[in-house]
């Protein structure tokens, strides 16, 4: 076992996306691709010649929703196809379709031979706070409705969101009062080994009944996994940060929702100890994605 499998979400900034994929190109990597179903994009055939060695597998299966229960789904979706694959891989690396590498393939392997093993799982909190914990211990039903409606509709969604959850608390309605489970929370952006990618696909039907109706579960439900397992003895880091040092990506929460990089944030990135950044959007600023495109084609010797 020693090939990665990429796990790849997307929905838009397919230009981006295709460079992704070019600098992942590798023999040691194969990459599995989730398009949203709601994607305007509909032929994603191109993306399945665009590597020389890398296996590229494509599906469109789910329609995924912010904060919904689907962004949990697709997670499950492509750990499944890749662990179901005749290959076996070393590491499970969750992406975005807006992330990019700021190492080279070969840096990658080479880091993750080191530190074999090691989960890398980001955790922002040493005990989440009870107005962040309410994301999944009250019943958020209405989460799809205000993804997928605009206007006067999402407002009056989102109003009736705020009475049912108000209610809850009237009512001192806490679903998992009962639960010894401790729930942890972090990015949803991970790096793991097939023994973990296993053990969560084993959880799956308490996932899907734990944090069904709840507000961004997926940034809860690994977390609390690994937590509540002995896989917390194998975490790389567990700092309890904003930094990402413990999932191994550049992200920043400070400037932005996340913030989109820029060109001048070149230098920054290419020099950070991180091995992945997020997030980049060709239409803002292709410079610096292509800067870094051809930084990382470079270094891995193309």
Known sequence: MTKHAYLIIAHNNFENLKLLIKLLDSPKNDIFIHF????KKNDFREYENICIYSKIYC??????YW?????????????????????KYLYYHL?????LPIKS???IYEFFNKNQGKEFINFTERKVNLKTLERVN?????????ASTKGCVKNIYKIFDKILLKMQSLLRIDRNKKSSITM???ANWFSITDDLANYILQKKEWIIKCFKYTLCGDEFFLQTIVENSNFKNNLYKKSYSDDYNDCMREIDWKRGGP?????????????????????FIYEEDKNIILKIYNFIKEKNGE
Not at 259 to 279: C, G, H, M, P
């Open 67 to 87: 904060g919904d229960i689907s962004q949990i789904y697709v997670e499950l979706f492509l750990l499944e196809k890749a662990t179901k694959n005749i290959e």
């Open 184 to 186: 942890q929370k972090g």
């Open 105 to 107: 393939n070969e840096y």
């Open 95 to 99: 992406l975005s379709g807006s992330d």
């Open 59 to 64: 599906y469109s299966e789910l329609k995924v």
């Open 138 to 146: 009250k019943y958020h039903f209405l989460v799809k409705k205000i």
């Open 259 to 279: 913030y989109t990089y820029k060109i001048e944030d070149f230098d920054f990135l290419v020099s950070s100890n991180k091995l992945w950044a997020r997030k």
């Open 36 to 39: 949203d179903k709601k994607a």
